[in-house]
């Protein structure tokens, strides 16, 4: 079974540009989540979907950061424009409600450097 | 103020002794504290889950312990082995099935063979 999988690993653009991020979660989680770690920083919750719904959103840091999941398959974080310090690594997650439901599983994270 | 404190400064220990890992919160009420493994590059790993009723988990050479009046968790690996090297991260779950974790900075494990 394929993990939570996040692209692109890697990304490096310039202020004021736009960058997409996307998870692709563990099938059949109805659960995402998005979380991410700035430099000498530890790793923050950033919002939650419960399949299309959004569950909590009180860690997106500003309206320059929109998130989707339209279908309540995979996800998409845009950062439009993007600023210095959004620089770090952006990760995914992803579990089932019920049952279990408090194993949560990354993906291996989507690496933004902005400058 | 609200926050997780976990051992900034790396932990070196010797191939075989058992290596522990304190995380210590201060004004939350968590329903849960899990441990998390991070590799250099990798996202966090999920190791172990504790509930606020329980004291102690096992899982193979891995053992937490939680001290809701202390307010502090430790990690303990037995046996430990280089493969073990890692950063250990400790995060609070407040309320079940909400998946927002808060987590702390991590503990940097170093075994040496």
């Known amino acids: 079974e394929a993990g939570v999988t996040q692209f692109p690993s890697h990304s490096v653009i310039e202020k004021g540009q736009t960058v997409t991020l996307r998870c692709d979660p563990i099938?059949?989680?109805?659960?995402l989540y998005w979380y991410r770690r700035v430099m000498g920083k530890e790793i923050k919750f950033l919002l939650h979907f419960v399949k299309e719904s959004k569950q909590d959103e009180s860690g997106m840091p500003n309206n320059r950061f929109l998130a989707e999941r339209t279908g309540g398959t995979y996800s998409t974080l845009k950062v439009q424009p993007a600023e210095l310090e959004d620089s770090g690594v952006y990760f995914c997650a992803s579990n089932n409600r019920g049952l279990g439901g408090n194993t949560i599983y990354f993906g291996e994270g989507s690496w933004l450097t902005v400058v | 103020s609200q926050k997780i404190e976990q051992n900034s400064e790396a932990l070196n220990i010797q191939e075989g002794k058992t290596a522990t890992l304190t995380c210590n919160y201060t004004?939350?009420?968590?329903?849960?504290l899990q441990w998390y493994r991070q590799d250099p590059g990798r996202g966090p790993v999920f190791l172990l889950l504790i509930r606020e009723n329980e004291k102690e988990k096992r899982k193979e050479r891995l053992k937490v312990t939680f001290d809701t009046t202390l307010k502090q968790s430790l990690f303990h690996i037995t046996a430990s082995q280089p493969a073990d090297s890692a950063t250990y991260l400790c995060a609070l779950l407040l309320r079940s099935n909400t998946g927002k974790l808060i987590f702390g900075q991590g503990t940097t494990l170093q075994v040496k063979p």
């Open positions: 004004n939350y009420s968590p329903a849960y």
């Open positions: 099938s059949g989680h109805d659960n």
